[in-house]
């Protein structure tokens, strides 16, 4: 089951939504297609409620029209303006908090220990008007309530999707099955409608011999003509340089690992197509974490959050153009010769490993062989990948910098015959 949807009474509901104050006088659409860049996911939805707009993806299993079961918690603590709920689904364990009528914590929790932590950590802020839980949990002045109680399906809020686009797919999905429908029970009779009816036609003798003729020439013309081989792509075809890839995740994961202040950056990584990095808050707040991101980065920054207190921030990466002839010339044991003798005049350890892997093509099947290299260093990617030089063709395929040993990791695939 997706993480941001519940099920009651074989009802879904949306949960997990990224919900923020709507000011007065802006335009909901346009305030929610703005703050969907801020989560990850292609196809995004939302909902306005009270002064709040609620942002939810279909990466998380929300759909259109789909109910939120936020909305309905608050309904039906409409008396009280602040409130702190944890209720058990077959899903896992859902937390809502809202003050000041204001939802600040949506979550979905597979754990039930990291329930617990999230709980607690809320469970400490001031001036809770109510706070519900499960009776197991031992929670100071908490009452227990069934979430099919509370949960009953009569508010009229509903998910709508943020594009125009999303929208049109989806009718246009529906009216396909529709048609489709139509057809499956009413193909029989509308084929005898539309079927011809037989005739007798009277064939010239002279053309039928002249049509047979043709189509014999036609026929000895196709036979004569070569096939065209099928070319089966390799890993290795449209490699780019190694020196241009090293620049590359070098200046893209010192873009994600600017110093935001109230935030610790941990570790980033760069691979194929996208460079992130990892965060954890020490005495700042999203609000001001997502301001120096604008500020420092601009809009083409994802950021997903796994907690209040830990995001993940990520780029998309330009690609590379391709880097000459990437044909391997050297076996894999003499592949596997080179890079041990690499490590051993510099004295350090590598994990070396054989590989493969198989690229298909209609009915055509090819291996590709190839060295994994695994290692930590303190070089910057720039001065790593020097090392290789006299091996080709090479890929690197990943590479990872922790801020806490401030070691570089890295990923080589060297390709071999």
Request: aromatic share 10%; net charge neutral.
């Amino acid at each position: 089951m997706a993480s941001g949807v519940i099920t009651i009474e074989r009802k879904k509901y949306a949960v997990g939504l990224f919900w923020q104050p709507l000011q007065a006088g802006q335009n909901t659409h346009n305030f929610a297609k703005k703050l969907s860049k801020q989560i990850s996911g292609s196809v995004k939805f939302y909902t306005e409620y009270g002064s709040m707009v609620g942002i939810g993806s279909l990466s998380l299993g929300h759909r259109r029209g789909m109910k939120i079961a936020a909305v309905e918690i608050i309904n039906y603590f409409h008396e009280y303006n602040s409130f702190l709920a944890e209720f058990f689904t077959p899903q896992g364990f859902w937390i809502i908090g809202v003050r000041n009528n204001i939802v600040i914590f949506d979550r979905l929790i597979s754990t039930e220990s990291n329930a617990k932590k999230e709980f607690a950590k809320l469970a400490a802020l001031p001036d809770w008007d109510v706070i519900v839980a499960s009776g197991s949990w031992n929670v100071p002045r908490a009452v227990e309530k069934s979430l099919r109680d509370v949960i009953v399906g009569n508010s009229k809020q509903y998910l709508i999707p943020t594009s125009v686009a999303a929208g049109n797919i989806f009718s246009l999905i529906v009216f396909c099955m529709v048609i489709f429908g139509i057809w499956y029970v009413f193909n029989e009779p509308i084929m005898k409608m539309i079927a011809p009816r037989p005739q007798q036609v009277q064939i010239n003798p002279e053309i039928l011999k002249e049509y047979k003729k043709q189509l014999e020439a036609k026929k000895a013309e196709i036979k004569q003509e070569p096939a065209q081989p099928i070319v089966v792509s390799h890993p290795y075809d449209n490699l780019p340089d190694p020196h241009l890839r090293a620049e590359q995740c070098w200046r893209s994961i010192a873009f994600v690992m600017q110093p935001i202040s109230g935030w610790t950056q941990q570790n980033a990584v760069c691979e194929e197509n996208s460079a992130r990095a990892t965060l954890n808050r020490s005495y700042g707040t999203l609000e001001e974490l997502y301001n120096s991101i604008d500020f420092l980065m601009g809009e083409n920054v994802y950021v997903m959050e796994n907690t209040d207190s830990n995001v993940v921030i990520s780029v998309d990466l330009t690609p590379l153009p391709a880097f000459g002839e990437n044909e391997p010339k050297i076996e894999i044991e003499d592949v596997i010769f080179s890079v041990n003798n690499i490590f051993q005049k510099i004295g350090k350890f590598a994990n070396i490993k054989p590989s493969a892997e198989t690229s298909t093509q209609g009915d055509i099947t090819v291996t590709t062989h190839m060295v994994i290299i695994e290692a930590d260093s303190k070089l910057k990617p720039d001065e790593f990948i020097k090392m290789f030089d006299e091996v080709s063709p090479i890929s690197l395929s990943s590479v990872k910098w922790d801020s806490r040993s401030r070691k570089w990791n890295y990923e080589v695939k060297i390709y071999a015959k």
